[in-house]
């Protein structure tokens, strides 16, 4: 399937709020396209920038920069990105206080299963080391409150982990902190 691109310095001064002063320049291609936009699919694969249109481009981009916010996401790249890993936690994160429609969940979780039909799970037979096994239990763990056979009020964090220090009924522990029992070795739920 052949698309018709055309492109011109015009829209691109109404896209980043620059007077139209600058001569318009106009450029029309055909190229084959699958409908992306990746490589050759770009309509703009193959051309370049006029000098004048960069110096543009690298003015306006200077100015967004000095938006804080902006500077934190687009104008840096890798590590130097003050989103990058770990700073995109909280507010910082793009999906902030949004959540998926129904509609893309139901495609992510159709396109996911597409992929694990032709691919293998990249997590298929990997070994954890003890760290990361530590890190997925502290992070799977909840805090819980007993009283112990003395009558101390005890914060628990990870209940598998306390039941096997303590020599107690993992199973047990289980139903004392969802109600089903009363006791279990003298400790009680708080």
Known sequence: M???????TKNLNMVLGIDSD???ITESYEIESNSGCDGVKNGFYGKKHTEETKKILREKTLELCKDEKLRMTRANFGEKNGM?????????NPMWGKTHSEETKLKQSTRMKEWLKNNENPAKGRKLSKKQK???SERNSKEYTLINPNGETVKIKN???FARDNNLS??????????????????KNA
Request: hydrophobic content about 35%; proline content about 0%; some cysteine.
């Open 170 to 187: 993992i199973g047990c522990l289980h139903q004392l902190v969802a109600g089903r029992n009363k006791t279990h070795r003298g400790w």
């Open 22 to 24: 600058i001569e318009v």
């Open 159 to 161: 209940l598998t982990k």
């Open 2 to 8: 052949r698309k018709k691109y055309t492109w011109d």
């Open 134 to 136: 530590e890190q997925i």
């Open 84 to 92: 990058y890993q770990s700073a995109r936690f909280g507010e910082l």
